[in-house]
């Protein structure tokens, strides 16, 4: 199957500061998410992104699907950023395949 | 709030025992997959079902099975629980079978 990586795997940022975090993939795929878990567990749509770019306030994400890897960029983070998240490509049409995450944190 | 729902939040039970994790799914939606989180294993998709017939499988153990309902709620049921099976269980939800998952707030389980 799918092989995913994520990194970096830890971040801390004083908060204003901006992040770039990567993932890579193993093979093509026709859809990836990205998704940020919050201290209390949920898991929060960021992005819908199998190419392109999409930015959604001070987020942003870049999927370069011919080389594999996508791209989550994070600007003037707040504390509320602070969790995990997660890239997970779409498997086979239907299973989403979840890497390791990277987490965040935030300091004030 | 994604739309998912799921029921219980939490639940604490003793190996051997038997349980049923539910989910309704965003109003229309066909698809729903179910995940489980764990320490060790990290997030890893189980199973999905699309309007009420299973279409994929994943890492799902055979104690373990789940259903579709005409009404498009789902349920999992867990079986002879192992500590080991404690976990977050989420539910996720999409139009079709390629489009975006929107997933529910997950049911705790803990196997004491």
């Known amino acids: 199957g799918i092989q995913v990586e994520q990194s970096p795997p830890d971040l801390i940022l004083q908060e204003g500061a901006n992040s770039t975090l990567r993932c890579n993939f193993s093979?093509?795929?026709?859809?990836l998410q990205w998704f940020h878990q919050n201290p209390w567990g949920q898991l929060i749509n960021l992005f819908y992104?199998?190419?392109g770019t999409k930015q959604n306030g001070r987020l942003s994400a870049t999927t370069v699907a011919t080389e594999r890897y996508s791209l989550l960029y994070i600007s003037s983070s707040q504390t509320t950023d602070s969790g995990v998240y997660f890239c997970?490509?779409?498997?086979?049409?239907?299973?989403?395949?979840f890497g390791a995450g990277t987490i965040l944190r935030v300091k004030s | 709030d994604s739309g998912v729902t799921q029921t219980p939040k939490h639940l604490i039970t003793a190996t051997g025992q038997r349980v049923t994790l539910r989910c309704s799914p965003r109003?229309?939606?066909?698809?729903v997959y179910w995940y489980q989180q764990s320490l060790d294993q990290g997030l890893q998709f189980l199973i999905q079902?699309?309007?009420?017939?299973?279409?994929a499988k994943g890492n799902i153990l055979e104690r373990f099975s789940a259903q579709q309902f005409p009404d498009l709620h789902s349920e999992l049921n867990l079986s002879s629980l192992e500590l080991g099976d404690s976990a977050l269980y989420f539910c996720?939800?999409?139009?079709?079978?390629?489009?975006?998952?929107?997933f529910g707030p997950g049911t705790r389980l803990t196997v004491l």
């Open positions: 996720a939800s999409s139009v079709g079978t390629s489009d975006t998952q929107y």
């Open positions: 093979d093509s795929v026709n859809n």
């Open positions: 992104i199998p190419s």
């Open positions: 997970a490509p779409l498997q086979y049409g239907n299973k989403l395949v």
């Open positions: 109003s229309g939606d066909l698809s």
């Open positions: 079902y699309y309007n009420g017939e299973e279409r």
